[in-house]
């Protein structure tokens, strides 16, 4: 009876938990509406300051007191701040290179605050994806050069496909010994449901204006017509695939290394894919002396609503998980 009360209790609070947060959700989506003037902001952070209060700690629990107090004032006595600035971005690919959203607004903050010194790193880390969000993440990356701001692409683990395009635009290329690079080709993968269909004695129809407004399709029966339309739009793609790495990267052979293949860091260095060998670590750590570092990201805000839904689906999971609870020790106790 206990917990049969208990369990009515739940529902009744999840009612009213619901009933509330749906007014609330409704009242912040209005002053969301009427508020909210920008989708996000820049963030920046200094990593010369990062590395010296990581250089600053080590020292402290390595050295004494007085030989900690004169490596401080020795350091304070040598500062000096750079010129020369260094913008740091990373871009996190998927298939659909969703990033893109926030590499358009970091890219745009570069160039109308850079100056002529200034250079920008991009830690790429991408396996590519469709075709024309790889081209438009590509373009975002021709902006700079086109402002003749110097880019470095690094990639630690996976530039290959779509990755690779990107990265192709780069004025220097550095990669990880054991980074993935290339796989330069096209790929088309389309199962085929027709005979599973008919089996079943169902029909598909699909309606069309124009002979290759669709070739091969999921549902309905492929022809070798099809597939031969197909295979010269995927040929097409490569080729044009092939002429804009050949235009950003002149010194390379690039019927060797279009095959879709991919390599390691040595092998592409062979090749001539990258131009170094080299850790973003690394290469960051190298220009501490020459540059002042800052990491720029693009945050989406969260908005009122964001935050609310949030708390609203961690309460409802909890309110869910004890009457699921009790459910279980009235079945026990029974």
Known sequence: MFIELLSNY???????????????????????????????????????????????????????????????KLRKKNKKTNDKKLFVLDFKGNIKASEIV???REISGII????????????????????????LAAAQLKRLKDKNIPLTICVDKVAASGGYMMACVANKIIASPFAIIGSI????QVPN???????????????????YKRTVTMFGENTDKDREKLGEQLQDIHVLF???????????????????????????????????????????LSMVNEFEIFHIQYKKLKTLSDKISKISSNASNKVFNVLEQKNHDKNIFK
């Open 102 to 104: 926030s590499l358009r």
């Open 193 to 211: 449901f027709n005979k599973l269909l008919k089996n079943k004695g169902i029909d598909f129809e699909q309606h069309t204006a124009g002979n």
């Open 10 to 72: 739940g529902l009744f609070l999840l009612k009213t938990l619901t009933v509330v947060i749906s007014i609330v959700l409704i009242l912040s989506f209005i002053m969301s509406t009427r508020n909210n003037k920008t989708e996000g902001d820049i963030t920046i952070k200094n990593i010369n300051e990062e590395f010296s209060l990581l250089e600053e700690n080590i020292k402290k629990n390595l050295l004494g007191k007085s030989e900690f107090k004169k490596f401080v």
């Open 242 to 284: 092939k002429d804009f790495i050949t235009a950003n990267r002149k010194n390379i052979d690039i019927e060797k290394v279009a095959t879709g293949e991919y390599w390691y860091g040595p092998k592409a260095l062979e090749l001539k894919l990258i131009d170094s060998i080299m850790t973003s670590d690394e290469y960051i």
């Open 112 to 135: 109308l605050s850079h100056k002529k010194s200034d250079e920008v790193l991009l830690r790429l880390e991408n396996s590519g994806g469709t075709v024309h969000e790889h081209g």
């Open 185 to 188: 080709g096209v790929l088309a």
